[in-house]
């Protein structure tokens, strides 16, 4: 049974950092994507960042030059670096797991943290 273990969100102010980190385990993986998802209430789901196997990343327009992600091969472990984080920032933090599994991709997810920007 794979599960994903999310750490790192809470209460910042505007212009404020948090650093998010999920961790994989149950399992051993070979090729995976990580990505973050965010939902702010009354909204849909929405990409943040997605960093693929071979450590590519993928960042949501809103976020590009504020957030960064990186991974950690050895834990199965992502990361996410939010910087000048802004009031619309704010919403619950999903990780995916996305593993590549007997010639299909199998979808996990975080159960979510939550990341409040206010003064």
């Known amino acids: 049974q794979v599960q994903l273990v999310e750490s790192g969100g809470g209460l910042v102010q505007p212009g404020g950092s948090l650093r998010l980190s999920c961790a994989a385990s149950g399992s051993t993986f070979s090729f995976y994507i990580m990505a973050w998802y965010r939902q702010a209430p009354g909204k849909q789901r929405e990409l943040v960042a997605s960093?693929?196997?071979?450590?590519?990343?993928n960042y949501a327009d809103s976020v590009k030059g504020r957030f960064s992600m990186s991974r950690d091969n050895a834990k199965y472990t992502a990361h996410l670096q939010m910087n000048s984080l802004k009031s619309e920032d704010t919403a619950v933090y999903y990780c995916?797991?996305?593993?590549?599994?007997?010639?299909?991709?199998?979808?996990?997810w975080g159960q979510g943290t939550q990341v409040a920007v206010s003064s």
């Open positions: 995916n797991f996305r593993d590549w599994n007997r010639g299909r991709w199998v979808d996990y």
């Open positions: 960093i693929a196997n071979d450590g590519s990343t």
